[in-house]
């Protein structure tokens, strides 16, 4: 009979330790779904600063281009300040460029308005042209 109770001992054993483990189980599994939920907020809080980061850049860009209305919007893109700050100077060594390429081209200056008006050459004329020319006037 010592072997039975002993068995009997070691079944009431194992079943407390059974019943300890499930109870860490189940503490574990909270602790789990209260981090799941924790981690879910995280997320949505993420996502809140993400959009309104992307929102003050794009604020950012757009008071940029209100103070330099030279500056061409599409050269100016960015998803960060710093991206949108290197666009900007990059777009204002094109525009600096372009105005220099101007400036330097404005020394061929072509005079405003059409010729003076002269008479038409009646050197050039066959002679049925001159005389055509002669009876219109």
Do not use: F, K, N
């Amino acid at each position: 009979m010592d072997d039975l109770e002993t068995l009997r001992e070691e079944v009431a054993a194992l079943r407390a330790q059974a019943e300890r483990m499930a109870e860490r189980l189940a503490d574990r599994e909270a602790r789990a779904a209260e981090l799941e939920e924790a981690l879910a907020g995280l997320r949505e809080e993420l996502h809140r600063a993400h959009s309104g980061r992307r929102e003050a850049v794009q604020r950012y860009r757009a008071a940029l281009l209100a103070q330099s209305p030279e500056l061409p919007t599409d050269l100016v893109t960015g998803e960060t300040v710093e991206e949108v700050e290197a666009a900007v100077q990059r777009a204002r060594e094109i525009v600096d460029h372009v105005r220099e390429r101007l400036a330097a081209d404005t020394g061929h200056a072509v005079p405003a308005g059409s010729p003076p008006r002269r008479p038409p050459d009646l050197d050039a004329l066959s002679p049925a042209e001159l005389i055509r020319l002669g009876l219109s006037r």
